[in-house]
């Protein structure tokens, strides 16, 4: 995870000036990460910190202005807090002339050190630029690194019925997928399709795939089978990293049956899985979007599979 300026430029078009409180150091145990953040504004706030004490804590600071910079908060002792360690809290202040200078890659700044850029923040960053390797947020010499997020994981969504919401509502939180969302017509999106996922109405969505990464994930759940099983085709002669299709084992007998007049071989067929979902769920779609999202979510894959997502 890393500064993410998509979320902080809309909250700060939303609300104005917003305070942007990141972890930026950890002694002993925490209950996030450094690089873990949340943004504050007057009427509310998004994203978090771990909660608790610490987090109340620090939004009500923000929000009045007491607290800028660097402070320290001993977890036990200070907060009662379970967690025995330490951390320390970078809170900053923006606003939309402050945000439209942030670089797009890599964010430094002096917090409480020099003005001049110390000697080991530009060993990072020339690291970075040379070997192609993301720094980790860090707080070094009184200055505070932070990539900037960059969703790392394509996943096309296909449908916008209600297992397609459901499982967007699901999924557009996850700051891994950059998530692309197609159906036939504007009016198949509700009227709320979050501010990071891209919503594309297609007359002929199969014409698309072409257009897809070859290592995107695809989720298939439109209205129709005939739809589905062009998608399918498609998708079998272009690469992707997964393929999955919600419907029962009798749709998906008839789908390797038509897909393998359409000249595909059988071991081909294969990489499409269906079904999607957890059966031990039902079939809510609220349910099937919670089975699909717990399996590609597992932190042990860089992709789905087909053991993992299989019902």
């Not at 439209?100 to 409480?112: C, F, G, K, M, T």
């Not at 969703?151 to 397609?164: D, E, F, K, Q, S």
């Not at 007998?253 to 059966?279: E, V």
Request: with cysteine; hydrophobic share 45%.
């Amino acid at each position: 995870m890393g500064f993410d300026l998509q979320d902080l430029r809309a909250a700060v078009a939303g609300h104005g000036r917003v305070a942007r409180v990141v972890i930026a150091a950890i002694r002993g145990s925490s209950p996030r990460e450094v690089g873990a953040a949340m943004l504050v504004w007057k009427t509310g706030q998004s994203g978090t910190i771990g909660g608790g004490t610490l987090e109340f804590e620090a939004a009500q600071a923000a929000r009045s202005a007491s607290r800028h910079g660097l402070s320290h908060h001993a977890l036990g002792p200070d907060l009662g807090q379970c967690c025995g360690g330490a951390v320390t809290l970078l809170t900053e202040t923006y606003d939309a002339e402050t945000v439209a200078v942030l670089d797009p890659e890599v964010i430094a700044r002096p917090v409480s050190g020099p003005a001049d850029m110390p000697m080991a923040i530009r060993r990072v960053l020339a690291t970075a630029r040379s070997q192609g390797v993301t720094p980790a947020p860090q707080l070094v010499d009184g200055w505070m690194i932070e990539p900037v997020h960059q969703p790392a994981r394509p996943l096309w969504i296909w449908g916008a019925g209600h297992v397609g919401r459901a499982l967007v509502q699901v999924l557009a939180p996850m700051p891994d997928l950059a998530i692309t969302w197609v159906d036939t017509a504007p009016n198949r999106f509700p009227g709320d399709v979050p501010s990071n996922v891209t919503a594309v109405p297609a007359a002929k969505p199969a014409e698309l795939v072409r257009h897809a990464p070859a290592h995107a994930e695809h989720l298939i759940l439109t209205y129709s089978h005939t739809l589905d099983l062009d998608l399918c085709h498609r998708l079998l002669g272009h690469d992707f990293a997964f393929a999955g299709l919600i419907g029962s084992k009798t749709k998906w007998a008839r789908f390797r049956s038509r897909l393998g007049a359409l000249d595909h071989p059988p071991d081909r067929i294969a990489d499409i899985t269906c079904p999607i979902g957890d059966p031990t769920l039902g079939k809510h779609p609220q349910m099937i979007a919670v089975g699909v999202a717990a399996a590609l979510m597992q932190p042990a894959r860089a992709t789905l599979t087909k053991k993992d997502l299989r019902a």
